[in-house]
């Protein structure tokens, strides 16, 4: 395990949960205000709103184990599953429980879309794999996992608002996007094997990528593992 990535890592992970604390105190507090002056949104809104923050508690909770430093991208404490690739078993996907409802985190996040190189670009990485193993090493490599990214005009613009070094960072925090590319919250619906969306019947699924490749790995097949209490199965 290399330390040095582990650090990089879970700073990440510390400044995307002190950032969604803050998120999800200033909204639950503009709630209670416009409550308190009697002021009604739309349902509609006002639901949206409220799923936010119960997404936004929910990651919250799964970030603040922390990162395990003895393994590579695994969140500390209990897992509920483990989907591995069925030729070599790679991890390709872990779910944690939270007492909300559980996340499904993959290991490799995607492709780092900051690299504009031209072979990098629309790589579909199955293809890619089997023209060329060693390019597709490579984008491996390039998995950011954990991205962050700074709007650091609106940063500068915080700076002058809150004072101080404390300041800077909440600054900091309020001017930074963070995101992991394909983690979930598990609702319910995704236990239907079929969806028809506009006339469409679709098998949902998630694509998740090892060394090996890509994988696909039906949404359905996750839920019922999970209900059955399986620790891990394999895709592919
Ligand atoms: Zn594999």
């Known amino acids: 395990m290399n330390l040095e990535r582990w650090r990089a890592d879970n700073n990440r992970v510390e400044g995307w949960r002190d950032s969604l604390e803050i998120e999800i105190q200033e909204s639950s507090e503009s709630r209670r205000r416009r409550l308190e002056r009697g ?45 591995r690739c069925r030729k070599r078993g790679h991890i ?16 490799v996040a995607g492709v780092n879309p900051e690299h504009k190189e031209g072979r990098f670009k629309n790589v579909d990485a199955l293809k890619e794999w089997r023209v060329n193993p060693a390019a597709y090493e490579a984008l491996r490599l390039r998995d ?17 608002t809150f004072k101080g070094e404390t300041g800077r960072r909440l600054a900091y925090l309020k001017a930074t996007y963070f995101d992991l590319q394909g983690m979930a919250i598990l609702e319910p619906r995704l236990r239907q094997k079929v969806v028809t969306v506009e006339g469409v019947r679709y098998e949902p699924y998630w694509s998740w990528l090892c060394r090996c490749g890509e994988h696909r790995y039906p949404c359905y097949r996750l839920m019922a593992a999970l209900d059955e209490g399986v620790p891990q199965d394999f895709a592919g």
């Open 144 to 160: 950011p996992w954990i991205t962050e990214s700074t709007d650091w005009e609106f940063y500068e613009r915080l700076c002058e």
């Open 39 to 83: 002021e009604l949104l739309l349902p509609s809104i006002e639901e949206r709103f409220e799923r936010r923050e119960i997404e936004g508690k929910t990651v919250l909770e799964l970030l603040s184990r922390g990162l395990d430093s003895k393994a590579t991208r695994l969140f500390r404490g209990r897992i509920s599953l483990t989907v």
């Open 92 to 107: 390709l996907a872990h779910v944690y429980p939270t007492s909300l409802r559980p996340i499904v985190v993959p290991r």
